[in-house]
């Protein structure tokens, strides 16, 4: 028993972590960083204390086969880089609270991809929980009557959950099938060449070297608290919890993002975004409920198995 509590525990700290995120990427945005470079540095500052444990504990994580090697970059470059600087624009320019509901979809983008290309039956409780999610969604983007946000950052809420799908399905299907620490370590390091090439390129990484210290006191909050803090609790959550009670108590996290946006910026959701995300929480609890019911079929290790055993958005 105290075990599990102490699971829990952890998990509620990932929330409370994994909630920062948002805020904090704001304030490396205000003082004068962009989304590119943000997740560049941070994904360069965890890369190098991931790869310094893994040369230490898992060297053969380092090694990839030839055959492997484009799920791994395909892997790095949607799974992480697009889910984290999708999020990070998301971030700026919509809610917090909004931007963590309209992520949360990721479930179900990996639910649709699953039947269309491998062919994974629907239940009815999946097609109903669908519904609802979408439901919310309109509801939370001001489909009745509310004051419509910013619609790129809400595209880009979307495309991060798509993302992080992304990274689901390589864990269920691709290349972190067999090896989910070798995938990890793989996503990290090809998402931050994948990300640190798209700053160079546009010129994004120069505001590296004009930023405040504030900036790098950010960057160095979301890499090791938002980044490796939170996957390292969620890992050692799992020693005394089941993957699918971590990931419906990790999803915790939207009601902590909403607590900080409310904390560090005053920022209130608006009654449509309470009701919207109220739906999309349920859709995804009963997903998850549904998948616990459905047996070992569905079950696998982290960080493929749960909802959101993740790296962190």
């Known amino acids: 028993m105290k075990g599990h509590l102490l699971g829990v525990f952890l998990v509620i700290l990932v929330g409370l972590f994994g909630g920062a995120t948002g805020p904090v990427e704001r304030?490396?945005?205000?003082?004068?960083?962009?989304?590119?470079?943000?997740?560049?540095?941070?994904?360069?500052?965890?890369?190098?204390?991931?790869?310094?444990?893994?040369?230490?504990?898992?060297?053969?994580?380092?090694?990839?086969?030839?055959?492997?090697?484009?799920g791994h970059i395909l892997n790095g470059a949607v799974g992480i880089g697009v889910t984290y600087v999708a999020t990070n624009i998301a971030f700026v320019r919509i809610p917090v609270g909004l931007a963590m509901m309209l992520f949360y979809l990721a479930p179900f983008w990996v639910m649709i991809a699953a039947r269309l290309f491998w062919k994974e039956p629907v239940t009815p409780l999946q097609a109903g929980c669908l519904l609802l999610a979408l439901t919310g969604t309109w509801i939370a983007v001001g489909g009745i009557g509310g004051n419509r946000p910013d619609l790129f950052g809400t595209l880009c809420a979307?495309?991060?959950?798509?993302?992080?799908?992304?990274?689901?399905?390589?864990?269920?299907?691709?290349?972190?099938?067999?090896?989910?620490?070798?995938?990890?370590?793989?996503?990290?390091?090809?998402?931050?060449?994948?990300?640190?090439?798209?700053?160079?390129?546009?010129?994004?990484?120069?505001?590296?070297?004009?930023?405040?210290?504030?900036?790098?006191?950010?960057?160095?909050?979301?890499?090791?608290?938002?980044?490796?803090?939170?996957?390292?609790?969620?890992?050692?959550?799992?020693?005394?919890?089941?993957?699918?009670v971590a990931s419906i108590v990790s999803m915790s996290e939207i009601a902590f993002a909403a607590g900080w946006a409310w904390l560090l910026f005053r920022e209130i959701p608006s009654p449509e975004v309470v009701r919207g995300g109220l739906l999309i929480i349920v859709s995804v609890l009963l997903l998850g409920f549904g998948k616990r019911k459905a047996g070992p079929r569905d079950r696998g290790p982290a960080p493929e198995n749960a909802v959101f055993s993740r790296p962190s958005s």
């Open 27 to 70: 304030f490396a945005f205000q003082a004068g960083l962009t989304p590119l470079s943000i997740n560049a540095a941070r994904l360069l500052i965890s890369t190098i204390l991931i790869l310094a444990f893994a040369a230490f504990r898992r060297p053969d994580a380092l090694v990839v086969e030839r055959p492997e090697l484009p």
């Open 158 to 244: 979307v495309a991060g959950g798509m993302g992080y799908a992304c990274y689901i399905l390589s864990g269920r299907y691709g290349v972190g099938r067999k090896e989910p620490f070798k995938a990890y370590i793989q996503a990290f390091l090809w998402g931050l060449l994948v990300v640190s090439a798209a700053a160079l390129v546009t010129g994004e990484a120069r505001t590296l070297l004009q930023t405040t210290a504030r900036g790098w006191i950010s960057l160095v909050v979301l890499a090791l608290v938002c980044t490796l803090g939170v996957y390292g609790l969620l890992m050692a959550s799992l020693r005394f919890i089941p993957g699918s």
